[in-house]
């Protein structure tokens, strides 16, 4: 069984490390959800996703009381998530604002940037900056203002930088997977500001190939 690195736990919640290629939950397959339950023997109940292909810090509600509370926190954007990323090719502003307007295939379970809104297209905007650039490649901290299918992945790439190792999005690099980790979420919770964070094998292509880790004691 695939054991998950549990960050911090209570009766409430608990933050771990989603492994790289484990789903945060779906039907009939090993998931976050259910290795969870294993590990813990406790009841755990999902309030937020993270793409198969993405590692990194995710919250788990352990009672229904508290996925609701969380789940709220979320819906009224009060539940921070911060990301790194390894765009191919280096954004000309150094930090800035990405918005756009994104409609998700569902059948191909792809999103595409469109000009014109219309049914299923939705507003996506986050912000970005540029931490470190090594080998015509980005290390970039992304906070995200909303939550939309694949809007990382999709926005970068609709401006011809796409995610190391994503080819479904047109990476033509194929030495890694995706090249996207959740790297810090932060909520309030019983009055008190609280916040988890985590960081990808920078011992692996491409995130060995900068050398800002030091600055986070790596």
């Not at 919640?13 to 813990?40: M, N």
């Not at 912000?127 to 970068?156: P, W």
């Not at 060995?208 to 790596?218: A, D, E, S």
Request: aromatic share 10%; net charge positive.
């Amino acid at each position: 069984m695939t054991m998950i690195e549990i960050l911090f736990e209570n009766e409430d919640f608990l933050a771990c490390i989603k492994p790289v290629g484990v789903p945060s939950q779906c039907d009939g397959a090993e998931d976050a959800v259910k290795l969870l339950k294993e590990q813990t023997g406790d009841e755990i109940y999902p309030v937020h996703r993270l793409d198969t292909a993405v590692g990194g810090t995710m919250i788990f509600a352990k009672n229904k009381k508290t996925a609701a509370y969380l789940s709220k926190e979320i819906a009224e954007k009060r539940f921070a998530k911060a990301y790194f990323a390894v765009t191919e090719g280096v954004p000309e502003e150094k930090e800035g604002r990405l918005e756009d307007l994104l409609f998700k295939d569902k059948r191909n379970n792809k999103s595409y940037v469109v000009k014109r809104e219309r049914k299923g297209v939705r507003r996506a905007s986050l912000d970005y900056r540029v931490l470190d650039e090594a080998d015509g490649k980005a290390l970039v901290c992304v906070m995200l203002n909303t939550g939309r299918s694949h809007q990382i992945r999709v926005q970068f790439a609709s401006r011809k930088m796409p995610l190391a190792g994503d080819g479904k999005y047109g990476s033509r690099d194929n030495g890694c997977e995706v090249a996207l980790w959740s790297h810090k979420v932060e909520f309030e919770f019983d009055g008190k500001s609280v916040s988890f964070k985590s960081i990808p094998n920078i011992g692996e292509y491409p995130w060995n190939l900068f050398k800002i880790w030091r600055k986070y004691g790596c």
